[in-house]
């Protein structure tokens, strides 16, 4: 643990371990339900050693303390790859090592192994939430040149968040992602009717092949997913990333009992079953707002299921549930047809050698024009009927 003591009143306390901050303390400066940055999903990838030293993220979380009470706080992670951001940057590197200069370690605030966009500086006032940023990418850039860290980056901020870190002298990266939208619809049949003809029968299609396969589905939630549903769907997950990556994956099975132990109420599970017997299962995290669709995995290969899984029965969960979007998680084109919107997501960055932040610069503007008429060209695809 080390310290940093700002101007009048302020200290900016680095921690390596959420272990040093209490859990209420920290969930008071979460704003509404968004799981992602709570102390139970964030201490759950500690305890279970998905994340560590060893695994290449040591966390560095950012305190910010006023007269003894905490303020503001940054979920930080010393990098020593780029594995599991999904804001990809190892072109950056590579050049860094032409240049005989090392990126690693770099800082980054993100949430491991979830792209999902939400709030990554949590501040008590917000009304004080420009003068706090400043404050804190000051305390993370000196942090950095203490640690000889290439760089900080902010993975999947909200806009606000990322529009204020540009105040910051970082540079803000656009990427894309496709979600889908209940526009107040009340069943499954209320959605598709939005579509056109050619694509609603394509996709109740899919819907029916699943039905004559003899698949159903079980949607569990909470303390309702027991010990037997959750080992299958480790078993799923560690086979879906053997055939993908080679690996088990990056979770442990202790993060997903943690889970199930501390925060089961932010979970939803799908199960699919063949003539009663379990063949794949997903694994959607939620909070008031917003369905996410996280993992999956099967035992067997049937055709739809992936889409059915994954997509369709998070539709109807969430028109059942009054939830208002779905998060289904990063790239896919394939989700286009199905109902998802394509939505800007953002980064920012800092590089502290001032040629690479100049390069990247252009980098990057360049790189947002490519994108804003990329989902500009996807709009105009969308299968719905024209208004």
């Given at each position: 643990?080390?310290?940093?003591?700002?101007?009048?009143?302020?200290?900016?306390?680095?921690?390596?371990?959420?272990?040093?901050?209490?859990?209420?303390?920290?969930?008071?400066?979460?704003?509404?339900?968004?799981?992602?940055v709570?102390?139970?999903?964030?201490?759950?990838?500690?305890?279970?050693?998905?994340?560590?030293?060893?695994?290449?993220?040591?966390?560095?979380?950012?305190?910010?303390?006023?007269?003894?009470?905490?303020?503001?706080?940054?979920?930080?992670?010393?990098?020593?790859?780029?594995?599991?951001e999904?804001?990809?940057?190892?072109?950056?590197?590579?050049?860094?090592?032409?240049?005989?200069?090392?990126?690693?370690?770099?800082?980054?605030?993100?949430?491991?192994?979830?792209?999902?966009?939400?709030t990554?500086?949590l501040?008590?006032?917000?009304?004080?939430?420009?003068?706090?940023?400043?404050?804190?990418?000051?305390?993370?850039k000196?942090?950095?040149?203490e640690?000889?860290?290439?760089?900080?980056?902010?993975?999947?901020?909200?806009?606000?968040?990322?529009?204020?870190?540009?105040?910051?002298?970082?540079?803000?990266?656009?990427?894309?992602?496709?979600?889908?939208?209940?526009?107040?619809?009340?069943?499954?049949?209320?959605?598709?009717?939005?579509?056109?003809?050619?694509?609603?029968?394509n996709?109740?299609?899919?819907?029916?092949?699943?039905?004559?396969?003899?698949?159903?589905?079980?949607?569990?939630?909470?303390?309702?997913?027991?010990?037997?549903?959750?080992?299958?769907?480790?078993?799923?997950?560690?086979?879906?990333?053997?055939?993908?990556?080679?690996?088990?994956?990056?979770?442990?099975?202790?993060?997903?009992?943690?889970?199930?132990e501390?925060?089961?109420?932010?979970?939803?599970?799908?199960?699919?079953?063949?003539?009663?017997?379990?063949?794949?299962?997903?694994?959607?995290?939620?909070?008031?707002n917003?369905?996410?669709g996280?993992?999956w995995?099967?035992?067997?290969?049937?055709?739809?299921?992936?889409?059915?899984?994954?997509?369709?029965?998070?539709?109807?969960?969430?028109?059942k549930n009054?939830?208002?979007?779905f998060?289904?998680?990063?790239?896919?084109?394939?989700?286009?047809?199905?109902?998802?919107e394509?939505?800007?997501?953002?980064?920012?960055?800092?590089?502290?050698?001032?040629?690479?932040?100049?390069?990247?610069?252009n980098?990057?503007?360049?790189?947002?024009?490519?994108?804003?008429?990329?989902?500009?060209?996807?709009?105009?695809?969308l299968?719905?009927?024209?208004?």
């Amino acid at each position: 643990m080390s310290t940093n003591t700002q101007p009048i009143n302020f200290k900016c306390i680095f921690v390596d371990n959420l272990k040093f901050i209490d859990a209420e303390r920290w969930n008071a400066l979460c704003p509404g339900d968004y799981p992602f940055v709570r102390h139970e999903f964030l201490s759950a990838l500690e305890t279970s050693g998905s994340v560590s030293n060893d695994k290449g993220w040591q966390p560095q979380h950012l305190l910010v303390e006023e007269n003894d009470v905490l303020i503001a706080a940054v979920p930080l992670y010393i990098k020593y790859h780029s594995y599991g951001e999904y804001v990809f940057d190892w072109a950056w590197a590579d050049a860094y090592k032409r240049y005989g200069m090392d990126y690693y370690p770099k800082l980054i605030s993100a949430i491991p192994f979830t792209p999902c966009s939400g709030t990554r500086i949590l501040i008590a006032d917000p009304a004080r939430q420009p003068a706090l940023i400043a404050i804190i990418v000051a305390a993370i850039k000196k942090r950095a040149q203490e640690l000889n860290a290439s760089s900080w980056h902010c993975l999947f901020p909200i806009a606000e968040i990322s529009a204020q870190l540009i105040a910051c002298e970082t540079l803000q990266r656009i990427g894309c992602q496709f979600h889908w939208f209940n526009r107040g619809y009340k069943s499954w049949d209320d959605f598709v009717a939005t579509m056109t003809s050619r694509k609603r029968k394509n996709i109740n299609k899919e819907r029916r092949n699943i039905q004559e396969q003899e698949i159903s589905f079980l949607v569990k939630e909470g303390a309702d997913i027991n010990a037997v549903d959750w080992h299958l769907f480790y078993q799923l997950y560690c086979n879906t990333y053997l055939k993908r990556s080679g690996h088990n994956g990056y979770l442990t099975k202790q993060f997903f009992n943690t889970l199930s132990e501390n925060f089961s109420t932010a979970v939803m599970m799908v199960i699919a079953q063949h003539q009663e017997k379990p063949i794949a299962a997903a694994l959607f995290f939620k909070d008031g707002n917003t369905l996410y669709g996280r993992y999956w995995g099967c035992v067997a290969e049937y055709d739809f299921l992936h889409f059915e899984t994954c997509y369709y029965q998070g539709i109807d969960y969430a028109i059942k549930n009054g939830l208002q979007r779905f998060d289904g998680g990063a790239q896919g084109e394939h989700k286009i047809q199905r109902g998802f919107e394509p939505v800007l997501t953002y980064s920012n960055h800092w590089l502290m050698h001032d040629e690479f932040q100049q390069a990247i610069k252009n980098f990057v503007e360049q790189e947002a024009e490519g994108l804003q008429t990329y989902c500009t060209g996807v709009k105009n695809n969308l299968p719905f009927k024209e208004a």
